[in-house]
């Protein structure tokens, strides 16, 4: 009797072993799902100073800098969009001409770092085969989007140089609206109305006709509802929005409608949900007021401003910003997995992904750098995704899209 129960109670313990994962054992394997899938991060920002003594990509460097080749090594974050991003500015020539100039500015720093700089450590790709060839190869794997269409005037020629100098995403508007179509956040500084256009303009259409033959694939993020639903009902091919989060979770006028979603997902696109604190859940009014407060204390009217900040200056803020920080936590990886489960859930695993934001304002409790791009894939495997699906979030969709993009341009009569 004695030696049957003992033996029952072994075969319990047995069977517990087999079934129940220790903590330990499921950190094990998030670890090698992290390193066998391919990891794309859709939005990486740089300074004009990149690819310098000032920002050089080996050199992990002063805070605003989040990601360089040895943090997406030690994170296992294997390719990254980076972005050619210039904010919008006057329309008028001389307006156009600094904004294309800026733009070539950092098509000439990815550029220099891929082909001069470190070729043996990270190339640049063209198409969704290179980043597969490129990541096989062992090296990390640098692709370049273009966030708002300023830089083109109203030049749909500057297109085709675009996509020469290797940009396979364009995003039509930034924070205002332009030519082009309405962005989700008028400038209000500019006394912009709401709405300029009603949606995507006559030359937005043709810009995007004109990307869908090169082969670029069109960016929503940034614009208005109206103009990110004409985008979508103008392209014949897949539509990303590259850094967005899901109005459904939490209503910013930078996040996703579910229409928006909905119809993303009908033109079999992706959209990549973004760490960005402040679109995830709503910042404390605290913080908000502590931030203005500082922001008026040391000058910086807008984002960029704060690159601007030198010696004692930088120290004072980075001092203050830190304290803000510890008092209010930013939203967390948690945060980020709740909008990817919400979008999971309306449009299927098949059309989300992942996008920091790093450099230009993302970065999240967990994932504040590329060295803890770890902590989503930890976070996907304890919420049940598996390593299909987790591949597919964190860059088989996107590579899909931009492979679908690619063929549709082949197609079409350049
Ligand atoms: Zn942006």
Do not use: C
């Amino acid at each position: 009797m004695r030696t049957l129960a003992l033996s029952f109670a072994l075969s319990l313990m047995a069977l517990n072993s087999a079934t129940a994962e220790t903590t330990q054992d499921m950190i094990e394997r998030a670890r090698g799902i992290h390193q066998r899938v391919i990891t794309v991060d859709t939005h990486v920002d740089i300074p004009p100073n990149f690819a310098t003594d000032a920002y050089d990509p080996m050199k992990p460097g002063p805070r605003g800098q989040q990601v360089h080749i040895p943090t997406m090594i030690e994170g296992g974050l294997d390719a990254t969009f980076i972005i050619v991003f210039v904010g919008q500015g006057p329309r008028t020539t001389a307006g156009y001409a600094k904004a294309l100039s800026d733009s070539f500015v950092k098509f000439a720093a990815i550029h220099r770092v891929t082909a001069d700089m470190y070729p043996d450590q990270i190339e640049l790709a063209r198409t969704a085969d290179d980043v597969r060839r490129i990541d096989t190869a062992g090296k990390k794997v640098a692709l370049i989007g273009m966030e708002n269409g300023y830089p083109m005037g109203k030049d749909l020629r500057l297109l085709d140089q675009f996509y020469d100098y290797g940009a396979r995403y364009f995003g039509l508007i930034h924070t205002g609206h332009n030519d082009l179509g309405d962005s989700s956040v008028p400038n209000r500084r500019r006394g912009e109305p709401e709405e300029e256009h009603g949606g995507l303009t006559d030359l937005g259409r043709q810009v995007v006709q004109r990307l869908n033959e090169l082969g670029i694939m069109v960016d929503v993020s940034h614009a208005s509802k109206q103009t990110s639903l004409d985008i979508i009902a103008e392209s014949e091919a897949p539509v990303i929005a590259s850094h967005s989060s899901l109005k459904g979770i939490y209503d910013h006028p930078r996040n996703m409608s579910d229409e928006e979603l909905m119809a993303i997902k009908g033109s079999n696109g992706v959209v990549q949900v973004v760490a960005f604190d402040s679109y995830l859940r709503a910042v404390p009014q605290g913080k908000q007021d502590a931030i203005a407060n500082l922001w008026k204390e040391m000058g910086i009217k807008s984002f960029g401003d704060f690159r601007k900040l030198a010696g004692d200056d930088l120290n004072t803020y980075d001092a203050q910003m830190s304290e803000i920080e510890l008092a209010y936590p930013r939203a967390g990886v948690k945060d980020l997995a709740d909008h990817i489960d919400y979008a999971v859930g309306k449009v299927g695993i098949e059309h989300v992904g992942i996008a920091s934001d790093f450099n230009g304002g993302g970065g999240i409790e967990g994932w504040s750098d590329a060295s803890e791009t770890f902590n989503v894939t930890l976070e996907l495997v304890q919420r049940g995704y598996t390593e299909k699906q987790i591949a597919k979030l964190w860059g088989g969709n996107l590579l899909r899209v931009l492979a679908d993009v690619e063929a549709h341009a082949k197609s079409a009569d350049k």
